[in-house]
């Protein structure tokens, strides 16, 4: 079992930024992929970026591609999700998930933080 707790969201002006993280703990995430999920109100849960906690490519959904950056630090078993030039459609909540890299679907889930970004 893979334990996810998300920290980090809030209110901010559009422009601004926020860093939202994702400590993972009940065991080991190496062999994970981790991503981040966001759900606005009245709309389907989509993508947003995703990586190999052990390395390798990073995937970024086009909607926040340039703006997101997804980074881990591995002595705090964390992952982070830096968002700037936020923008008002960019006001979900926001998720994250790991799966392991053998597997498509995503099993374990965090709570949750809120984003919201005003205009």
């Known amino acids: 079992q893979v334990q996810l707790v998300e920290s980090g969201g809030g209110l901010v002006q559009a422009g601004g930024s926020l860093r939202l993280s994702c400590a993972a703990s009940?065991?080991?995430?190496?062999?994970?992929?981790m991503g981040w999920f966001r759900q606005a109100p009245g709309k389907e849960r989509e993508f947003v970026a995703a990586?190999?906690?052990?390395?390798?490519?990073?995937y970024y959904a086009d909607s926040v591609k340039g703006r997101f950056t997804i980074s881990r630090d591995d002595a705090k078993n964390t992952a982070y999700l830096q968002m700037n030039s936020l923008k008002p459609e960019d006001t979900a909540v926001y998720y994250c998930?790991?799966?392991?890299?053998?597997?498509?679907?995503?099993?374990?889930w965090g709570q949750g933080t809120q984003v919201t970004v005003s205009s």
């Open positions: 998930a790991a799966r392991p890299t053998y597997s498509t679907r995503y099993d374990y």
């Open positions: 009940g065991r080991t995430v190496n062999n994970y992929n």
């Open positions: 990586f190999r906690w052990s390395g390798g490519s990073t």
